[in-house]
């Protein structure tokens, strides 16, 4: 679980398991007053582990009340919006804002995935839109995706945003190789 928390004071919190401290040094990570990484308390650990996906929800939903209990922030920015519903819904104040950034687009797996999870990721989409603590859910590289998300939830909450890291299409590339004429190695 990994979490962005900002509070009021633009405050930026990065939760995330204990385990991201082990890599965290080989990341470039310049020193600022108003960036602080918390990790996860390992009392949390057992509630982690739940197989059953909903109980997984549940869990994390609780520990990250807690933890905006304990951090205060008012904006909450995560990566696995959907594993949060429908428990976050209920259990953040209203004060609190989340957004995501989706990956998983379930328009594309209609046809793939069992119609108890289709109908499951429905309700979840029907209760993160309609939602008061959910404030935007940003689709990452597919404008088309959150058109169709808007016009089936009839909310405009679903965005569009770019992904930052340019796509490079290989075949418009100069073959460096060729034109120097250096031979490729087998």
């Known amino acids: 679980m990994k979490v962005l928390l ?3 004071m633009r405050i930026l919190y990065f939760l995330s398991l204990e385990k991201f401290e082990d890599v965290r040094d080989k990341y470039v990570w310049p020193y600022s ?3 602080s990484f918390q990790y996860i308390d390992s009392k949390y650990d057992e509630a982690l582990a739940a197989c059953n996906p909903y109980r997984l929800g549940y869990n994390t939903s609780k520990i ?3 933890y905006v209990k304990l951090l205060e922030p008012n904006r909450i920015l995560l990566t696995m919006l959907m594993l949060f519903i429908p428990f976050i819904c209920f259990l953040l104040p209203d004060t ?11 328009l594309y797996e209609q046809s793939k995935i069992s119609i108890i999870k289709l109908i499951a990721e429905k309700i979840r989409f029907q209760l993160a839109t309609h939602s008061k603590v959910i404030e935007s859910i940003f ?8 058109i169709e998300f808007n016009r ?20 418009t590339c100069r073959d460096i190789r060729s034109e120097l004429v250096i031979p490729r190695k087998k």
């Not at 609190?96 to 379930?106: A, G, L, N, R, T």
């Not at 689709?139 to 959150?146: E, F, G, M, P």
């Open 6 to 8: 900002i509070d009021l």
């Open 64 to 66: 990250l009340r807690d």
């Open 96 to 106: 609190v804002k989340v957004s995501e950034i989706m990956y998983k687009i379930y």
């Open 33 to 35: 007053d108003n960036i």
């Open 139 to 146: 689709v990452l590289n597919d404008k088309q995706s959150a």
């Open 152 to 171: 089936i939830y009839k909310k405009e909450k679903i965005k569009f945003i770019p992904d930052p890291i340019p796509v490079i299409n290989v075949s």
